[in-house]
């Protein structure tokens, strides 16, 4: 009797504590299976920001590729635009006086060379100084010339207005002083040429007169 009351208490000891063994094990697998499902459902969660992150990246790549590709169209529309010459500026008034210049140059470049060209008054080294003073003058004009068309002249240069204005008013100040230094040059030649001719009338004027005596 007294070994069946102990094994009967031992019995019931140990289902007391298989029992509370088995709700901590429950408690625990809960309490694990709870935590999986939290830390699944914030991997869900993550996996799913992740994806709109991956999106947001990937547009914001795309946004960035067309803003940039905006801004090199508009850098191309702007550059092409400074290949084109305003209309104003092709008319630009020292534009035309700077080639007025070079015309009044060429004409009395060969009206004053043609007067001493051959002359007896001037020697041959003479005339080819005043041809190689003419002919540098007019080299350095046509320069003058080739860049004012380039400047006027679409899809020649890029420039702005401003400095198509800037680079037109230093040619035409350029050739304010060719043609200067031409008319100046012209003017000595003239003189030589007249003071000679008159030289040789005063000479011929007394000649006759020795001789009529």
Not at 130 to 144: C, F, H
């Amino acid at each position: 009797m007294y070994y069946k009351k102990y094994f009967l208490f031992s019995a019931m000891i140990l289902a007391g504590i298989f029992a509370a063994h088995s709700q901590t094990i429950f408690n625990q697998n809960g309490e694990i299976i709870k935590l999986y499902g939290q830390q699944i459902a914030l991997l869900q969660t993550y996996s799913i920001a992740l994806k709109e992150g991956y999106k947001i990246v990937e547009g914001g790549i795309q946004t960035t590729k067309d803003l940039k590709n905006g801004e090199f169209n508009l850098h191309n529309i702007y550059y092409s635009s400074l290949e084109t010459v305003n209309p104003q500026i092709k008319n630009y008034p020292f534009a035309m006086r700077a080639i007025d210049l070079y015309s009044r140059m060429a004409k009395a470049r060969s009206g004053t060379y043609a007067q001493i060209n051959g002359s007896v008054f001037f020697s041959a080294n003479e005339t080819t100084y005043a041809r190689i003073v003419y002919k540098n003058l007019m080299d350095a004009a046509d320069e003058d010339m080739k860049e004012l068309q380039e400047v006027t002249t679409d899809g020649e240069m890029k420039m702005t207005d401003d400095e198509r204005i800037k680079r037109i008013n230093a040619i035409y100040k350029r050739m304010q002083q060719k043609f200067k230094t031409m008319v100046d040059f012209d003017r000595q030649i003239l003189m030589i040429l007249n003071g000679r001719k008159q030289q040789q009338e005063k000479s011929m004027l007394l000649k006759k007169l020795y001789d009529s005596k």
